[in-house]
Structure formats: C-alpha cells, structure tokens
C-alpha cells in the first residue's frame, strides 16, 4: 500500500461513523465449485468480527446470494450484528429487525419459476453447468464446465430469457451469468446501507465485475478495495482474501486507536 493509500486508510479509521461492506464469494471465502461450500477464510472472519465488534462501525455483506443463502454460507445467526444486503440489494437484514425484502410480485415470481425450469431442461445434456434458483430470478454457473460447454449454457439461457423476460437485468459474473427481474445493483445496495447505517465514511470491497457499480459509486472520504486482477475504479487492489483480511485487521487496530 502507497503513502497516499496508508493515509486514506487512517482517514477512515477516524470518521464518526464507518461502514464496512464487503462482497462475500471471492472477497471473504475463496470461490467454490459448490457455491454452498463457501465460507470465510478464518483470517477474514477474524477481521470481521474484530470490526463488528468497535463502536460507531457496522460490517455489511453485499451479494449476489439470495439472503437465504447468504446467510447460510456465512453462518449468520440471529442474534449476529452483520447487516446483509442480499440479492444485489433486493433483499436486507438488518440486527434486531431481522429480513427487510418487499413483497414478491407473484406474476414475475411465477415468470422466474417457469425460466428456472426451462433454463434447467435446456442446459440438463451439459456437463458441469448448474442453474441455481435465486430469490428474483436464476443463475446459470458454468465453473465446472470447459468453455465452449460455458458458452453453449450461456446462449440457451440467453435466448429463454430474451424471448420471455426481456426486461430483465443481465450480469455477467466469474463463471456465472444472472438474470433478474428486480434491477436493484451493489451501488444501490450501498447507498441504502450507508442512509440507514448514517455512515460518515464507507469501505467497500469485492473481486468481481459486479462489484465495479459498487466500487464507482463511492464518494469522497470512502475507500475501494479490489481483491485480485482486473480493471477497476477501487483506490487500493490486493492480491488476494489473506491481504484483504489485512487490510481489515490493520484498520481495526486503527480505529480502536482513534
């Protein structure tokens, strides 16, 4: 980490009140050919609860998973002080008040029932793809599948959805491309959190293309973490979850100075 990057993180770890949002799958847990075998490298947990646990600092979990899911693969408990934005944003829990989702439309709930089934026999012939039902649509994951197989699922599903949902959100993720009908993005996601947190300040750190709405819409004061290569609008990219739990530790330590 440069000077100047050591120095946007001490600014961080004096403002009155910190939000620390973090993606899970390739941010916290290293990426799974099961995507419900993920679970924090204890490393990053360690760092997440030694945050969690200081005054005037909420940690957030900011996903693509369906908050039943995530809540699973990050063995969230009841009475855990995470905040979880599921869903990209459509779904949140919040301590104390438990799930905040707004009511299921049940003509687009059925639209997604019947594409997660036609997405399924369509891809059924092709080794290593997997559709997985999520909350406000589908997924199609092809981690397991060499890359023509991943191109031929990717097609079928595309032209399911192009001819019955057309509207629907498409994103391209790591080995996985989703579609749903709610548009909510990791942006919006952050922006709500940071209204009802009250945050002064925000970190927000991910490892994939999704992450990018996330990492350009942060504000003056607030600091991106990438996790891993690729192009992107974070202030500050890490190699991997080791050097992000860190990062992590090191602001904890920080702020607990303050």
Avoid: C
């Amino acid at each position: 980490m440069s000077a100047d990057q050591g120095q946007a993180l001490s600014a961080l770890a004096a403002t009155r009140r910190l939000l620390v949002a973090l993606d899970f799958d390739g941010t916290l847990s290293p990426l799974q050919d099961d995507p419900m075998a993920s679970r924090m490298l204890p490393a990053a947990r360690d760092a997440v609860e030694a945050l969690s646990a200081l005054p005037d600092t909420v940690v957030a979990l900011v996903s693509g998973r369906s908050m039943k899911d995530l809540r699973l693969i990050a063995e969230h408990l009841d009475d855990s002080p995470l905040w979880l934005a599921g869903s990209h944003g459509a779904e949140y829990w919040e301590p104390r008040s438990g799930l905040r989702s707004d009511e299921d439309d049940a003509d687009a709930a059925a639209l997604r029932d019947r594409l997660q089934g036609r997405a399924e026999a369509a891809t059924a012939h092709l080794p290593g793809v997997w559709i997985e039902p999520k909350a406000f649509g589908l997924g199609v994951h092809t981690r397991r599948a060499d890359a023509a197989t991943a191109v031929e699922a990717n097609g079928l599903v595309d032209e399911i959805v192009a001819a019955e949902a057309p509207s629907w959100r498409r994103r391209a993720g790591r080995d996985i491309v989703e579609y749903a009908f709610r548009h909510e993005g990791k942006d919006s996601a952050v922006a709500v959190l940071r209204e009802r947190t009250r945050a002064t300040a925000v970190l927000f750190a991910g490892d994939d293309v999704t992450d990018e709405d996330a990492l350009r819409s942060l504000q003056s004061g607030d600091l991106g973490v990438r996790v891993g290569e690729g192009p992107t609008a974070a202030d500050v990219t890490v190699p991997g979850i080791p050097e992000l739990a860190d990062l992590l530790t090191r602001l904890a330590a920080a702020r607990a100075r303050r």
